[in-house]
């Protein structure tokens, strides 16, 4: 296993690795640990070091702080540069540092802010973390470490994992990501080898006693160590006799040695090595020896004693146990009632020394009720400070045992702690935060306070994609406003609430949702209030869904963006922003798409927020993807995919779009099994999701992959379940301005299938619903699918609607039905001019890289006679979407560390990627890749 670790450090110094190992307690994982951090050390790495342990889950980000105490000592404020300040509050010891922190501060945010911190360790060299009973560790560090592995190949991080075997889904997911080390038992030699070092050397050791040893120790050798120690201490000896003694042994009765050789302690010396096995690993001396009662001077001997009984390590500053279980066993040595004593105590004296609250309530998690309200108001301390830190699942945790307590709480605090708990449950997607804010809800009196538990309930089910009940929940607050006479601000917050999720549900349908919004706001109203701004934004969404009014739905999401205002008052998180954007692609305003996109990504960069940055960049790609630019579409849904994955239920909220981007782009691209691959979802995915009008862009481009192999038997299926979808949700089919309709691609279906009545009646339909609507792109999709159902005879339609992409600046689409009008050309006989369009088709592919339609344009060509110019192999054409954004960021003159933190990877990432882009353009420093970049573009390489 140290052979390989070695290989993992030599690998990781270009490319980060994980090694993973697991093995019985005792087995020895964690001498190769130790075994480890000393290679990496003479390999000159920076080790970083942490253990799990049992009592330590309560520690919010315990891991990830054990991790971090030595360079956030040393580096100070360096650690903690560009997105890794956001981490701050956790890490930095100079509390002046400026930093953000609250209760915006989610999981994931906390997360990536750490994982910077990791990358700005490593920039003065390759890192090794070694992490130790992983099993044991708090869920927060699992959420950061999940979060690192998928992105260690991007630093130069060696990362090794020691765990028992668990059922913890984070460290099961990790396992599966990396070959599974389990550490042998020892073999007979070995055991025989151990005995001549630790118990007998140089005596003549029995064959017997060997065998009798390793059966009753399994080969552990934490056992076989406390069995030589017990041996050794009752005067066996290594012979026939000894023989029989150690036959009579079990594993169970070796740990249970451990208590005999604590009742062996002198009472000083016990009470010492219980205060130790209740505090933190690694906590001070002194602080130790307060919760034991001693003064620090006289507890030195203490540890010196409990060190001979080989309980303790020799370490007087942070008295620690020899191995895990010898805490363990410690731990559970001390009587029930003793044991929530010294917990009670330890909470005090971690208090009097200003610990953290975190710390003081981690304790209080470990005591029995006893009705004290004090415990009460710690916990409930520490709960707030564990979720500003990004890790609700604790906050919970703790609010729970302060309910607990047994104290005769009045009606205001039972509220309110419910309240509590509901939030802490709900921000860490629980559905059981449905049971507490439902108690709240109860329990309140004041009618604007129960509007506002229903909302914080609505939302909480919205976010876990249960979109009916959330429906339920907005519906009842809006009752009890309702009942008490109240209006205005709160009335029009309740209702954007519940439309933002009716959207989701077959609710939409009847009756319509913006009618009730209305009711509300007037859509002619200039909003002077966030409520007002957000319930117009929701509204414009809403219309523009359902095709109802399109000048109004435009004027609607004008007025609430309000040039940046939505932004500015509401924040990233606002679910209306992305309801504006909908609106704009159904008035074909791109710019404003790409505007309000970009002002998001911005302001997700500074702030190091995820999940806005992945959905920004998801919305994005759909509109790169129409103006043609494939490459820059494919490098944003490339980050949507990559920045947000498994960050949790709020992600899950854009993954079918996301997932139909890619695909889209692949197809373009002529890659159609990594299409398939993109848009195949596990069976729990496709149950969660083919219920709820996003699933819609995933139909979308299943049934455009169909087309595109050649299957549109297929491609008719996906299509027609598209438009059933839609009508199950919301009563009639999508307005085509939306994704683009179902109908155009149902039409190439039939006409691929020479049904062509159908196609034609079909096209008819589509077409006129895009007039209606008046969106260019649903109107040149719709003559488009017209002239393919009319054949021969459609040419004029198509040429129509060249005219109309051509005019838009929708490069794809153009390029499309340049095609389409160069084939029906050329069926019609009129070879000269389908050459010419067809040659123009070319151009528009290979300038926009659709290699898909190039090569068909290319074999078309060929078919008529001409001889096409070749594929663009050099230069420019050589570099993926990646590295050309990346090449273009620099060229702009961004640093490494600015364009790292846009595109929310590392530093490391980004000199990966320059190094490449500088190969392939023949350059060897920043100012020959400018140079590079603009000849490319005047030459036509990309636009």
Known sequence: MLRQWREVLHDSVAHGRLMFVEGAPGIGKTRLCDAAAVIAEDEGFDVLRAVGGELEQGFAWGVVRQLFERPAAARGSALLDGHAAKAAPLLARDASHDAPAGPDIDV??????LFWALANASEDGPVALILDDLHWADESSLVWLTYVERRLRDLPVALLVATRETTRDPIVRLAATADTNRPDE?????????????????????????????????????????????????????????????????????????ALRLAALSEPAAQLAKAAAVLPVGTQLPLVAKVAGFEPSAAIELVIELERAGLLVAESKRPQFVHPLVRSATHEWIDPIERGILHRRAARALESIDAGADLVAAQLMSTPPTGDTTVVERLRDGARTVFERGAPELAAQMLERAAEEGCEFDAATRTTLCRELGAALAAAGSPEADRWLEQAFELERDPAQRALD???????????????????????????????????????????????????????????????????????????????????????????????????????????????????????????????????????????????????????????????????????SFALLQVGDITGALAESERATQVGGSLGPKHQMFLPSALNVTAQMLIQRG?????????????????????????????????MLELSCGNPEAALAWFEQYSAHAKALIGRDVNPAYTGGWRWGAVEALVQLDRRDEALELATIELAEAERWGQPRAIGRGLRALGRAKGRDGIDELERAVQVFADSGLRLDEAWALFDAGMTLRAAGRRNDAQAHMREALDRADRIESTYLADRAREELRELGARPRRARISGVRALTATERRVARMAAEGLTNREIAERLFVTIHAIRFHLRNSYAKLQVSQRQELSLALVDAEEMGDFE
Not at 679 to 689: C, F, G, R, V
């Open 671 to 703: 890659e159609f099994d990594a299409a398939r691959e993109a848009i195949t979802l596990s069976d729990s995915e496709e149950a969660a999701w083919n219920q709820v009008l996003v699933f819609l862009p995933l139909l979308d481009a299943r049934g």
């Open 186 to 258: 020892l073999s007979s030699h070995a055991v025989r080898a151990l005995l001549a070092d630790w118990g007998w050397p140089g005596e003549s050791i029995n064959g017997g006693f060997v065998d009798a040893c390793l059966d009753a120790t399994g080969g552990n050798p934490f056992l076989l160590c406390e069995l030589v120690r017990a041996l050794r201490a009752q005067g066996t000896r290594p012979d026939e006799a000894g023989t029989e003694t150690v036959r009579s042994q079990t594993p169970e009765r070796i740990t249970s040695w451990i």
């Open 454 to 620: 229903a909302a914080a309930l609505g939302r909480s089910r919205f976010s876990q994609a249960r979109f009916a009940e959330g429906v339920e929940a907005f519906e009842r607050g809006r009752d009890v406003l309702r009942d008490a006479g109240i209006e205005g601000e709160l009335e029009l917050e309740l209702t954007s609430g519940w439309a933002s999720a009716v959207v989701f549900t077959p609710a939409i349908a009847s009756p319509p949702v913006f009618e009730q919004v209305a009711n509300l706001v007037q859509r002619s109203m200039q909003p002077t209030t966030i409520a007002q701004r957000v319930a117009l934004g929701h509204m414009s969404g809403l219309e523009m869904l359902v095709g109802g009014r399109p000048q109004e739905s435009w004027a609607m999401a004008e007025a609430s963006w309000g040039d940046g205002a939505l932004l500015d008052e509401a924040g990233i998180d606002e679910p209306a922003l992305w309801a504006v954007t909908a609106a704009a692609f159904g008035a074909g305003r791109l710019d404003v798409v790409l505007d309000i996109t970009q002002r998001v990504l911005d302001l997700a960069t500074v702030a190091g927020s995820p999940i806005p940055a992945a959905t920004a960049s998801c919305i994005r």
């Open 108 to 113: 994931s945010s906390m997360a990536h802010a």
